[in-house]
């Protein structure tokens, strides 16, 4: 069972800043592509960052948003500074197989991820 558990959402006001993490495993960390997608309110889930050799950013959190992981606490943040309306949504963890996928194929294609976290809510609203 892969396991992954989101945290550190919550509200902010526009311009600030909010570290999300993701709890899981060394062996997910090890043999999975793990990732950060949105589901914006009424919207579609989309891929804003994953892990990789090249980590992957879209387009529209580029500059602002930072992936990264901590091998020694199994953990995967998304830090995430400037902060306007259009980063409010559910931010959910994913992993996708390691050797089925990549950081951009993840983030970008449709079946590619195998495993979801549970969610965690971002409000951004003064």
């Known amino acids: 069972q892969v396991r992954l558990v989101e945290s550190g959402g919550g509200l902010v006001q526009p311009g600030g800043s909010l570290r999300l993490s993701c709890a899981t495993s060394?062996?997910?960390?090890?043999?999975?592509?793990i990732g950060w997608f949105r589901q914006a309110p009424g919207g579609e889930r989309e891929g804003i960052s994953c892990?990789?050799?090249?980590?992957y950013y879209a387009q529209s959190v580029k500059g602002r948003f930072t992936i990264s992981r901590d091998w020694a606490k199994n953990m995967v943040y998304l830090q995430m500074n400037s902060m306007n309306s259009e980063d409010t949504g559910v931010y959910f963890c994913?992993?996708?197989?390691?050797?089925?996928?990549?950081?951009?194929?993840?983030?970008?294609?449709?079946?590619?991820?195998?495993?979801w976290g549970q969610g965690t809510q971002v409000t951004v609203s003064s």
């Open positions: 892990l990789g050799s090249n980590n």
């Open positions: 994913a992993a996708g197989i390691k050797w089925i996928t990549n950081s951009e194929a993840m983030c970008t294609q449709d079946g590619q991820v195998s495993d």
């Open positions: 060394e062996d997910i960390l090890t043999n999975y592509v």
